[in-house]
């Protein structure tokens, strides 16, 4: 399984895509899909898309949003 794979598998609840910038890879980017965030979540730093240079970046930021998001 690859590293995107694994992502992809670990936060079912998001849809994760890389951008395209000019001819190279741009950033990579996830996005929640059939959530609506609450005004306790948005005050608590939950976000509905979030992004990141690297896969290992965007882990981190999805895990991070996974708790705020729990703490709702």
């Known amino acids: 399984m690859t590293e995107l794979e ?3 598998a670990g936060f079912p609840g998001w849809s994760i895509w890389r951008s395209q910038a000019d001819d190279r890879p ?4 996830a996005t929640r899909r059939g959530h609506r965030l609450t005004q306790a979540e948005l005050v608590a730093g939950a976000c509905m898309t979030v992004a990141a ?3 290992d970046e965007l882990r981190r930021a999805l895990d991070e949003q996974t708790g705020r998001s729990a703490a709702r």
């Open 53 to 55: 240079e690297t896969l």
């Open 26 to 29: 741009g950033d990579w980017y």
């Open 6 to 8: 694994e992502l992809v």
